[in-house]
């Protein structure tokens, strides 16, 4: 049988769940939980949809249901979704009682975390992904725990799922990817942009967020990384208390006291006046042509990784 016509018997055997034949059988592994027992991943790297994308989800899920059940393993609290969480946000915010799921139980944080980036990865390219996002995949595929055999169990059922017929290999045929010269090879990137992404694994989410969204440089983001998780949040306290744009002169200040920072003195840092230098003004003519309608932070970021590609610098 094709993959498409898999896909639509599926589908069509979870429309009839949705609804109103109580009598229907359910498909096999497949049940219907309550929406309000699930809780979202507790190390949930990747973005939910919003705006126009989030609103069609929405009405989809209005007009058909939940076509494809989510992936869930069991909590003591209840559920935590592994896949899914998009369909999962639209079937809540569409006002749906109960969605179908797959029960997962006794799986290692290892399992529970190939499910979560594999399944994402799925739906997007590796290319699309934000640059926290990249960070997550490159971790997870970095973890030598992540290519042993029960992860290749993992991704033929994902496969399955998907409608997919070609075999699925742990690292996509490379048992060698817990290397960044080979994790660099299959994503076309330098084995130091590998290992900055990686890196960046240990920012807090805050500050992740801010990279994502062009409000904090990398490079800067990559200093702040070396940082304890502790003395990360008092700088990003502060930072957000005082309305203070952050600069590569005052992270490397910050990380000359990483392990003993305080309050006090973070506050005296970030409130160093930068020595004032000569700025070049974009004409007009570029900003309508490539930055019309960004903010200026993402402008910045954009700017920057040009002419670090420009000047032969590897890129992230």
């Not at 609103?55 to 939940?66: F, L, P, Q």
């Not at 203070?244 to 990380?255: A, C, D, N, S």
Request: with cysteine; glycine share 6%.
């Amino acid at each position: 049988m094709k993959a498409d016509s898999k896909r639509k018997v599926f589908g069509d055997a979870v429309d009839l769940l949705m609804g109103d034949m109580e009598a229907v059988t359910m498909p096999r592994g497949v049940q219907m939980i309550s929406v309000k027992s699930i809780q979202p991943f507790h190390n949930h790297p990747f973005h939910l949809y919003e705006g126009e994308r989030l609103e069609d989800m929405i009405a989809s899920v209005k007009e058909h249901g939940v076509l494809n059940p989510v992936i869930v393993q069991k909590i003591e609290a209840g559920y935590e979704m592994l896949s899914g969480h998009n369909r999962w946000n639209a079937a809540k915010l569409a006002g749906l009682k109960e969605i179908p799921a797959i029960v997962k139980t006794d799986l290692s944080e290892e399992e529970a975390y190939v499910y979560v980036i594999e399944t994402n990865l799925m739906q997007r390219s590796f290319s699309d992904l934000a640059i926290s996002e990249k960070a997550a995949v490159l971790k997870a595929r970095y973890e030598k725990e992540a290519c042993q055999g029960k992860r290749n169990d993992i991704l033929e059922e994902i496969a399955r799922m998907e409608g997919k017929d070609v075999p699925v290999t742990c690292g996509h045929g490379d048992q060698r990817l817990n290397t960044r010269d080979m994790l660099g090879k299959e994503y076309e990137l330098s084995g130091s942009s590998v290992g900055r992404l990686l890196k960046l694994n240990d920012l807090i989410k805050p500050f992740k967020d801010m990279v994502d969204r062009g409000a904090l440089y990398t490079k800067v983001a990559l200093q702040l990384a070396f940082l304890p998780e502790n003395e990360q949040m008092m700088v990003y306290g502060i930072m957000k208390e005082k309305k203070t744009k952050i600069t590569i002169e005052m992270v490397m200040k910050l990380r000359s006291h990483s392990g003993a920072l305080t309050e006090a003195m973070i506050k005296r840092y970030l409130s160093t006046e930068p020595v004032k230098k000569k700025c070049y003004k974009v004409p007009s003519r570029i900003v309508d042509k490539y930055f019309e309608g960004m903010d200026p932070n993402q402008v910045d970021a954009i700017v920057e990784q040009a002419l670090e590609a420009w000047f032969s610098t590897p890129n992230i």
